[in-house]
């Protein structure tokens, strides 16, 4: 999702889709069916989060998510 949705968002627009468990921006029910966003430890993340997540992981990084009732996710 880009910056125009994550305003759309914060200003009181509409949206469709789940929200992503990172930056909270919706993730289209498509995104999810096409495997562009991802459900990793039952929490959904967005198309940007994956790249991000994938590129953090190349350089090291390692996804932490609490799969209890937290909705906290770390990048360590």
């Known amino acids: 999702m880009g910056i125009g949705d994550w305003l759309n968002r914060l200003f009181g627009g509409s ?6 468990a990172l930056c909270r921006c919706p993730i289209p029910d498509s995104d999810l069916k096409k495997g562009i ?3 990793i430890a039952r929490k959904e993340f967005c198309r940007g989060c994956v790249e991000e997540i994938t590129r953090r992981r190349a350089q090291g ?3 932490s998510a609490d799969v209890g009732s937290s909705s906290t996710v770390h990048l360590l």
């Not at 949206?15 to 992503?20: A, F």
């Open 15 to 20: 949206h469709k889709g789940v929200p992503c």
């Open 37 to 39: 966003a991802l459900v």
């Open 61 to 63: 990084w390692t996804l």
